[in-house]
């Protein structure tokens, strides 16, 4: 006699198989993903901040860069993006007369054809290119105003681009979680490509669709930079960390991403407005499509929901495969909050890999809301229209 078909059974097992898969990824990176190792850097080192609107928290920043050590050349150009608060006062005050330190400032919107961080990067990036030698170029590094480094952590990311023979290295920031809404998404970044990207294989791989970046910290051969148009090349990009890595990887160059654990860290958003203001603006892109979006939101909610779902409902079997597919969920995204860290679980970390359902529904419900607000033409980032 042949069993009825059972669709809570079928979807279940289906759904644990692919959580178990993601595991089994996870667990590779736990051992696999770089981390860094500062020593003494002799090549110049030039530090570009664009900033719009960062009044309340470039301080720490600019005094984090002051106080790095192993270097022996370092400059910083701040761009202060058009601010309509008081970056620009905060940032010069910051810099307490070191003379490493400049300050650009802009008063106009972007050009057509241009996003605010991109223009902002590429005047930063042209104001770097009339200081360094072009003979020795060095080292170009990108940071956004809410990273927090410390004292070696130039040294070490420097160090790493070098070890690797790499034109881009991008160190991963621990992502800072305090509210409960950032700690429902936030965690998701890291772990939504640690858990699905064998990152060893990646980073020596030269394919575009592999490459992973942070655009919190990115760290370029300035040679391999300029050679290739700077950010022009993804002027109109809503994730330019990904795309300028993926076309340095198209002209034949080498990108990494590497764990920097509590040598760069960054509270990305405060609160859930900004939060969801700061992914409805380019979760949209994300995925290609409103169509690669269903397809991807389909994936997630049967690999991540339906055996949490079978455990809580289904009956005998069904309910003990969703109790491994939730174990497994619950289990990688434990070990990618661990490494990301640097540290032992704590309890909080606990309890957030147990709330991952409820993660993945929030990303669900975000990405919703990011399509249907660029349909409406909505989408609103620091005070500028995109989309």
Known sequence: ???????????????????????????????????????????????????????????GLLEDLRGQTLLGTLRVIVLDDDSTDATA????????????????????????????????????????ARLVDPRRP????????????????LAAAVTELRRTGAD?????????????????????????????????????????????????FLVFDAAAYFRMGGHAVVADSLTEDLDIAR??????????????EDKATCRMYVGPAALRA?????????YGSAAGSTAVAAAAALTYLVPPAAMLFGRGNTRRWGAVGYAAATASR???????????????????????????VGLIGLTVASHRDRRRGGLRWKGRAIG
């Open 1 to 59: 006699m042949v069993p009825p078909f059972e669709p809570l059974a079928v979807a279940t097992r289906a759904g644990t198989g692919l959580a178990l898969a993601a595991a089994a990824v996870t667990a590779a990176n736990v051992a696999g993903l770089p981390r860094l190792h500062a020593e003494p850097v002799t090549e110049p080192v030039t530090v570009l901040v664009p900033a719009r609107n960062e009044a309340h928290r470039i301080a």
């Open 89 to 128: 006062l905060v940032a010069e005050r910051a810099f307490d007369g070191d003379s490493r330190f400049a300050l650009i400032r802009t008063t106009q919107a972007p050009p057509p054809g241009w996003l605010g961080k991109t223009a902002a990067c590429r005047t930063a990036s042209e104001h770097a």
């Open 138 to 153: 060095g080292v170009l590094v990108f940071l956004d105003a809410d990273v927090r480094l410390a004292p070696d952590a």
């Open 168 to 216: 881009l290295v991008s160190p991963w920031p621990r992502q800072e979680a305090v509210s409960a809404t950032e700690r429902i998404i936030q965690p998701l970044l890291c772990w939504s490509w640690f858990s699905m990207l064998p990152v060893r294989v990646a980073n020596d791989s030269r394919r575009p669709s592999t490459a992973v970046a942070c655009g919190q």
């Open 247 to 260: 076309e340095l990887r198209r002209r034949g160059g080498r990108t990494a991403v590497v764990a920097a």
């Open 278 to 286: 700061g992914y409805t603006r380019w979760l949209w892109t994300a």
């Open 334 to 360: 434990l070990a990618a909050r661990t490494v990301e860290t640097g540290r032992r679980p704590r309890v909080g970390d606990l309890l957030d890999a147990a709330a991952h359902p409820v993660s993945i």
